[in-house]
C-alpha cells in the first residue's frame, strides 16, 4: 500500500489484479452507496448501483463503439483494479456556496483485449456520499493516434417506473423548452439533467460533467425503464459523434441521489469532478447586477435593427447608465448596438454580423467613457445566429474590443431554428463544445466574464474558467413577452430549482414589475411582483438582470429596493421546503457578511409556508423585512399586488408566508448590532 499526501487530502491507493468471476465493489464515504462493477460471461463490461441496500441502478451497460474498428465493449477482461481515497475542501471564488467538501472514494477497473487489436479500456468510478460519476479513459495505443467514436454504449436501467421531470432533446429549439412529468415509460429522447422520484421518495439526477472537447450527451430510453447515452453527431451526414486524439478521458457519466428535493440543490457533486480553476488570479471576476437596452426591444418599443425605434443609441445607453449610477447597478448591457440585425440573423444570416463596428447612431467611444465616469461598464453583446465560423475568425478582434473599452462581461447568443448551426454542424455536437470553450479561453484571456445563452449546457465547467459566470439554456422570462402559449406558466420556475439549475447559475433576467404588458396583450408575466423579487434568491446566479423598464421601477420604488440590496454572491445556501413543481423556499447569506436572504415561491396553487430560521446565528437578532404577496393579490388578475412588514427575529422563530396563486415572497433578514 503507498500512501501519497496531495495538497492536504489523504489518498490511499491500493492496487490488486482480479479474476474474471470477481464482482468488484465500491462504496461512499458514509456507505450508502454501492456500486457494484463485473464482467458478465461474454466479457461486457456491467455496473449497478445500491442506495443503502435498494437497487437504484439495474444491470448496466458500459463501453464505447468506433468507426473502422469492433466495440470495445466485449471479450474484455480483468487487469487490475485501484481504489483511491480523497477528501479536500475548496473554495470557490464566488458561488452559492464558499466551501466545497470533495470528498470521495475512487475505483479504477482497467480492461483488456486478449485478441484482435489488444486495445485497452480504464473505467474510473468516484463515489459521493451524495452520488457517484464515472468516464472511460483511452490510453495511448501503439501506432494508434487517434479513433473516431460513433457511439456511447453507457445504459442507465432505472430500478422502476419513476416520475420524471425532462425536456426533449434535439427537438428544434436547443433547451428551451417547459418541463414535462411523465413515468420514465414516457420518455423518448431527453436533455439532461432529468430529474426523478422513485416510488420510495428518493430523488436521482442523471447528469455529465466536465463536458470537454466531446459530443454533448443525452438520453434515450431504450427499454421500459432503461435510459442509453445518446451523443449529438457531428453532422447529419456522418455516424461518428467524436474525434478525439489519445490519450483521452471522456466527460464524466453523474448519478446523484438524495432523500429530499432540496438536498438535490446543495449536492455540488458536478463542479468536484470538475478540474480545479485554470486561470490562477480571477479577482477580475465580480459578481454584480445589471439593467439594459433589452426587455424594451422583447417588448416590441425598440428594435435590434436599425430604424426610427432603435433601442441601441446613444442617447438611450446613457439613459440606462443614468439609471444604473444612480440605483448601484454594476453593468448596463447594450443589445442591438453592431451591424448584422439588418439580415435575418435568426435564419441562417449570422454570418453578417460584425463585433468590432457598431451602428452610426451609437458612438462607442462616447458611451464607453460616460459609464465610466458614472462608475458602470458596458455589458458586451455578441449575437452570433449561430454562425460560430463567422464569430471565430473575429473573435480575437472581438474581445480586445471588449477590453479595450472596459467592458468586463459579454452576452453572447446562438439564435438559430432548428438544431443544426449554419456550417451543417449539430448545435451541440463535439464542434460546438469545441467553440463555447474556445470563447471561454479568448474570454478568459481579455479578463472578459461571459454569460452566454444558446450555448452547450452547464456542466460545471465554472470550476476550470470561472469567467464562465452563467448560462440560460432553459425557457428564461423573455418567453413570458412573446410566446404563442402565453408565457411561463407558475409552475416553471418551482421545476427549475430541481432541474436546470441543478447544473449550474442561470441567466433567468427576473425582475419584471409592469407584468399584464400593455404592448403585448396577448401574453404577460405569470407570476406576482413579489415572486419576482423572491426569484433573485431562487433562481441562482452571480450576474442577475433587473429586467424592466426603468419607469416601471419608479413606481415601485420600496419593492425596488429588494432589488437593489440583494447580494448576487453567497457564503452558504439552505434549502428550508419544497417538492418539485409546487414550491421552493431558499435561505442564503451573503459572502462575507451576516445578512440572510430569503426567496418562497409557488406554483398556481396558494399555500401558506412555515419556515424555521434555525440558520440564523444562535442568540443573534435579526431585522426582517418581508416583501409579501397582498391577501387579494394572484398572478392572473392582480399581480401587482403586494405589502411590506417589518418584525424582528430570531434562531428559534419560525416564518409563516402566505403566498398568492403564482406568488412568492422575499425576505432579507438583517443581523443588528
Excluded: C
Amino acid at each position: 500500500m503507498k500512501t501519497i499526501l496531495l495538497l492536504g487530502a489523504l489518498l490511499m491507493l491500493t492496487i490488486h489484479p482480479v479474476t474474471a468471476s470477481e464482482i468488484i465493489q465500491a462504496q461512499s464515504p458514509n456507505g450508502d452507496i454501492t456500486l457494484q462493477f463485473f464482467l458478465d460471461n461474454q466479457g461486457h463490461p456491467q455496473y449497478r448501483v445500491s442506495y443503502r441496500g435498494d437497487e437504484v441502478i439495474a444491470d448496466s451497460a458500459l463501453g464505447l463503439d468506433f468507426k473502422g474498428q469492433a466495440p470495445l465493449s466485449k471479450a474484455l477482461t480483468l487487469a487490475s483494479v485501484s481504489r483511491t481515497g480523497f477528501d479536500q475542501t475548496w473554495e470557490q471564488p464566488w458561488g452559492e456556496e464558499r466551501y466545497i467538501r470533495n470528498h470521495y472514494n475512487q475505483l479504477l477497473v482497467s480492461l483488456h483485449e486478449e485478441s484482435g487489436l489488444k486495445r485497452k479500456l480504464n473505467i474510473v468510478f468516484r463515489l459521493y456520499d451524495e452520488g457517484l460519476g464515472f468516464r472511460y479513459e483511452l490510453p495511448a495505443a501503439d501506432g494508434v493516434s487517434s479513433v473516431s467514436v460513433t457511439r456511447e454504449l453507457t445504459e442507465f436501467s432505472l430500478a422502476g417506473n419513476h416520475t420524471a421531470w425532462w425536456t426533449p432533446a434535439q427537438a428544434g429549439n436547443q433547451y428551451e423548452y417547459l418541463y414535462r412529468e411523465t413515468p420514465v415509460e414516457e420518455m423518448d429522447l431527453v436533455h439532461t439533467p432529468v430529474t426523478f422520484k422513485t416510488g420510495k421518495g428518493l430523488y436521482l439526477v442523471l447528469h455529465e460533467a466536465a463536458l470537454h472537447d466531446y459530443s454533448t450527451m443525452n438520453l434515450k430510453r431504450t427499454g421500459t425503464h432503461t435510459l442509453a447515452a445518446e451523443l449529438v453527431p457531428l453532422t447529419p451526414h456522418t455516424q461518428v459523434r467524436a474525434q478525439v486524439d489519445l490519450p483521452f478521458a471522456t466527460p464524466w457519466r453523474t448519478l446523484q441521489v438524495a432523500k429530499a428535493p432540496g438536498d438535490l440543490i446543495t449536492n455540488y457533486l458536478t463542479l468536484n469532478l470538475n478540474d480545479p480553476n485554470a486561470l490562477g488570479d480571477v479577482s477580475w471576476v465580480k459578481p454584480g447586477k445589471y439593467v439594459g437596452i433589452w426587455w424594451e426591444l422583447h417588448l416590441e418599443k425598440g428594435t435590434w435593427s436599425q430604424g426610427d425605434k432603435h433601442g441601441a443609441t446613444t442617447e438611450n445607453a446613457k439613459k440606462y447608465i443614468d439609471f444604473a449610477a444612480k440605483h448601484g447597478f454594476d453593468g448596463v448591457l447594450v443589445e442591438g448596438w453592431n451591424t448584422g440585425w439588418d439580415s435575418e440573423w435568426f435564419n441562417g444570416q449570422g454570418a453578417e454580423f460584425n463585433f468590432t463596428q457598431a451602428y452610426p447612431d451609437y458612438d462607442v467611444e462616447e458611451v464607453t467613457h460616460y459609464a465610466k465616469d458614472k462608475g458602470v461598464y458596458i455589458i458586451g453583446h455578441h449575437e452570433t445566429g449561430a454562425a460560430v465560423d463567422n464569430y471565430e475568425s473575429q473573435l480575437e478582434d472581438a474581445y480586445q474590443f471588449l477590453a479595450d473599452h472596459g467592458m468586463k462581461a459579454v452576452k453572447t447568443g446562438y439564435v438559430e431554428t432548428g438544431e443544426r448551426l449554419t456550417n451543417g454542424y449539430y448545435h451541440h455536437g463535439q464542434r460546438f463544445v469545441r467553440h463555447a470553450d474556445r470563447v471561454t479561453k479568448m474570454a478568459a484571456k481579455h479578463k472578459v466574464m461571459v454569460v452566454a445563452h444558446e450555448t452547450v449546457k452547464d456542466t460545471g465547467e465554472r470550476r476550470t474558467y470561472p469567467n464562465l459566470v452563467s448560462r440560460e439554456v432553459a425557457r428564461g422570462q423573455e418567453y413570458d413577452a412573446w410566446s404563442d402559449d402565453g408565457g411561463n406558466p407558475p409552475e416553471h420556475t418551482v421545476i427549475l430549482p430541481y432541474t436546470r439549475l441543478l447544473s449550474g447559475p442561470m441567466d433567468f433576467t427576473p425582475g419584471a414589475f409592469e407584468l399584464t404588458l400593455p404592448s403585448r396583450p396577448n401574453n404577460q408575466v405569470n407570476t406576482t411582483l413579489a415572486k419576482q423579487l423572491a426569484l433573485y434568491v431562487v433562481v441562482y446566479s452571480p450576474v442577475q438582470m433587473a429586467s424592466d423598464l426603468p419607469q416601471n421601477y419608479a413606481r415601485h420604488p420600496d419593492a425596488f429596493e429588494f432589488i437593489k440590496q440583494v447580494p448576487v454572491d453567497w457564503e452558504t445556501t439552505r434549502v428550508l421546503a419544497g417538492e418539485i413543481g409546487e414550491s421552493i423556499a431558499i435561505a442564503r447569506r451573503e459572502r462575507g457578511g451576516d445578512d440572510w436572504y430569503l426567496g418562497a415561491i409557488t406554483n398556481e396553487t396558494e399555500r401558506t409556508l412555515t419556515l424555521p430560521l434555525d440558520f440564523l446565528s444562535e442568540g443573534e437578532r435579526y431585522r426582517a423585512i418581508i416583501y409579501a404577496d397582498a391577501k387579494d393579490a394572484h398572478y392572473r388578475n392582480n399581480p401587482a399586488a403586494y405589502h411590506i412588514s417589518h418584525r424582528e427575529v430570531g434562531a428559534a422563530d419560525t416564518l409563516s408566508l402566505q403566498l398568492a396563486p403564482g406568488g412568492g415572497a422575499a425576505v432579507s433578514l438583517q443581523k443588528l448590532p
